[in-house]
């Protein structure tokens, strides 16, 4: 799941506003909107393109940028 906060970060951090990314990545601001809100995802094009947009080149931010939250059943151990 995005973390917004990690995600808006970087957009300003590369001195882009979500139109300006949406349009070099080629979808509406309305879908970037969307997907930013949890109505929907990005898909691994999507991410690609977003993050050579955006300079992210690190495995590890990616990660923390579009897998924020772990699953919560990950560390639920069996009775």
Do not use: W
Request: net charge positive; charged share 25%; aromatic share 6%.
């Amino acid at each position: 799941m995005l973390d917004k906060n990690k995600f808006r970060g970087a957009v300003a951090g590369a001195g882009l506003t979500h139109y300006e990314l949406a349009e070099r990545i080629g979808i509406s601001k309305n879908t970037l909107s969307s997907k930013i809100n949890g109505k929907g995802c990005f898909d691994t094009e999507q991410i690609d393109r977003i993050c050579e947009v955006l300079g992210i080149e690190d495995a590890t931010t990616k990660a923390h940028i579009f897998l924020s939250k772990p699953s919560q059943n990950r560390d639920i151990q069996a009775s």
